[in-house]
Nanobody, 113 residues
Framework: QVQLVETGGGLVQAGGSLRLSCAAS?????MGWHRQAPGKEREFVAG??????NYADSVKGRSIISKDNAKNTVYLSMNSLKPEDTAVYYC???????????WGQGTQVTVSS
């Protein structure tokens, strides 16, 4: 069992930036981020496996996912934030970032207009 702990959420103004961090208790093949907005289903945001990254269209071009293998920590940097980015962001890990086995507890990101 791998434990994932997210940090870095909060309140941000539209157009601003933030960086989320996720520390893993063990190694997984892939790690990533999903988010769930109120009244909506959880959706994939970004994933990383080795040197390969992928992003949802909604965040592509204004987000970067990266990983520090020495720290077993994955980061999600987002800029040009929009109110529609408001959601609980979940760290995910496993064989696939899109269909992960492990989830963090989530961190709230609120973007004010």
């Amino acid at each position: 069992q791998v434990q994932l702990v997210e940090t870095g959420g909060g309140l941000v103004q539209a157009g601003g930036s933030l960086r989320l961090s996720c520390a893993a208790s063990g190694r997984t093949y892939a790690m990533g981020w999903h988010r769930q907005a109120p009244g909506k289903e959880r959706e994939f945001v970004a994933g990383i496996s080795g040197d390969t990254t992928n992003y949802a269209d909604s965040v592509k071009g204004r987000s970067i996912i990266s990983k520090d293998n020495a720290k077993n920590t994955v980061y999600l940097s987002m800029n040009s934030l929009k109110p529609e980015d408001t959601a609980v962001y979940y760290c995910a890990g496993g064989l696939s970032a899109i269909s992960p086995e492990y989830w963090g507890q989530g961190t709230q990101v609120t973007v004010s207009s």
